[in-house]
Structure formats: structure tokens, C-alpha cells
T-cell receptor
Framework: DTGVSQDPRHKITKRGQNVTFRCDPI?????LYWYRQTLGQGPEFLTY????????KSRLLSDRFSAERPKGSFSTLEIQRTEQGDSAMYLC?????????????FGEGSWLTVV | QQPVQSPQAVILREGEDAVINCSSS?????VHWYRQKHGEAPVFLMI?????EQKGHEKISASFNEKKQQSSLYLTASQLSYSGTYFC??????????????FGQGTTLQVKP
């Protein structure tokens, strides 16, 4: 399977703990995105990379959130000192740009539950 | 500036058609349509670009009215597999081709036998 893969798929953590999610984009895709989705809502943009450069971060991304893409391939999203409000599905997506239309493909998501 | 989708929910019988609308208050560069089933990733269906180019799915079509900042997704001869939540994701002219999408609240489609 050459789609976007995310790990872990599910994570339950206690409030205050740190968690890290990993995303492997579609091979050769130079753009990688992180979105967050809560139940009943559409995905919300968090940040994106082109190769290893983080080009934009949403205001939703507090200082407790950090994302990296050190070699322009996989990416990690770390949440420090988790809060109950962080409970959501964290979606990774990738695309090949520039290309007509910039089709964005999503991974299966990483569900986070903070208890 | 979240786009507004309508209807919020629709129930169909197999073989019936449906239209889902997406309306934005700002000038759009592109509109992306996705279908998501419960607990799964959003699956790409269709992308519409400013200037009229359209790419997407075989049995699903869409329109993009740039002047009105509106897009509609047309599902014809619906199948049970069409059930799910449909999201439009919009990209403003200012964001052009970055992939920074703002999604609507979704339209839940249920197809019954």
C-alpha cells in the first residue's frame, strides 16, 4: 500500500503526558499537512511542510504542539502536556506540488483520547 | 470563513440522485470534495479549480461558480457505498495552491436499499 500511513492509530493518554504521532506520506510527495478533526466537524488545518520547511502554522497550533519533517520525508507531531481539549483525530495528508490542482490525500488518522 | 454546506443531511433510496452544495463568503482558488465514512480517512472525490478545470471521480460530477463562490457535488444513481459524510474544502485566492483547506461542516448522506 502506497498511501499515507500514520502511527499509532489510537492513543489514550493521561492529561499532562506528552504524545507523538508519526506520518509517512505518499512516496515522492513533497508537501505534508497536519489537520485535526473532532466528532461531527470537518478537518481543521494545523500546519504544512514543503520538503523539510514548515511553511505555515495555524493559530490553532499552540506552543504545546510542535511538528517536524527533518529529512523531507516522514513527519512527527508532538503534543506536550496534553489537555482534554486535545482529544481529536489527527490527520496527516500529502500532495505533490506544484501540480495542477494540488490533490491532497489523507491518511487514516491517529485518534487521541486524553483522560 | 468556514464554507457552508447544504443540506446538512439527506436520505436516499438506491438509484436516486443527490446534490450537495458548498458556499463560501470569500473568493476561491479551488474547491475539494471528500467523502468520509465513520472512523475512516476522508477520501478524495473531486477538485475544481478557478478557471474551470475539473478532475475527479467517474460517477460523480461537480460544478464551480467562481462568481458566486459556490460549488455543487452531483451524485447520480446513488449506490449503498455512497453513504457517508461529504465535506467540501475550500482554498482561498490568497492561499492559492498551498493545500491549506477550510472545510465545511459536512453533509451526511444515507443511501437505503
Amino acid at each position: 500500500d502506497t498511501g499515507v500511513s500514520q502511527d499509532p492509530r489510537h492513543k489514550i493518554t493521561k492529561r499532562g503526558q506528552n504524545v507523538t504521532f508519526r506520518c509517512d506520506p505518499i512516496s515522492e510527495h513533497n508537501r505534508l499537512y497536519w489537520y485535526r478533526q473532532t466528532l461531527g466537524q470537518g478537518p481543521e488545518f494545523l500546519t504544512y511542510f514543503q520538503n523539510e520547511a514548515q511553511l505555515e502554522k495555524s493559530r490553532l497550533l499552540s506552543d504545546r504542539f510542535s511538528a517536524e519533517r527533518p529529512k523531507g520525508s516522514f513527519s512527527t507531531l508532538e503534543i506536550q502536556r496534553t489537555e482534554q481539549g486535545d482529544s481529536a483525530m489527527y490527520l496527516c495528508a500529502s500532495s505533490l506540488a506544484p501540480s495542477g490542482g494540488n490533490t491532497i490525500y489523507f491518511g487514516e488518522g491517529s485518534w487521541l483520547t486524553v483522560v | 470563513q468556514q464554507p457552508v454546506q447544504s443540506p446538512q443531511a439527506v436520505i436516499l433510496r438506491e438509484g436516486e440522485d443527490a446534490v450537495i452544495n458548498c458556499s463560501s463568503s470569500k473568493a476561491l482558488y479551488s474547491v475539494h470534495w471528500y467523502r468520509q465514512k465513520h472512523g475512516e480517512a476522508p477520501v478524495f472525490l473531486m477538485i475544481l479549480l478557478k478557471g474551470g478545470e475539473q478532475k475527479g471521480h467517474e460517477k460523480i460530477s461537480a460544478s464551480f461558480n467562481e462568481k458566486k463562490q459556490q460549488s455543487s457535488l452531483y451524485l447520480t444513481a446513488s449506490q449503498l457505498s455512497y453513504s457517508g459524510t461529504y465535506f467540501c474544502g475550500t482554498e482561498g485566492v490568497g492561499s492559492g495552491n498551498t493545500g491549506k483547506l477550510i472545510f465545511g461542516q459536512g453533509t451526511t448522506l444515507q443511501v437505503k436499499p
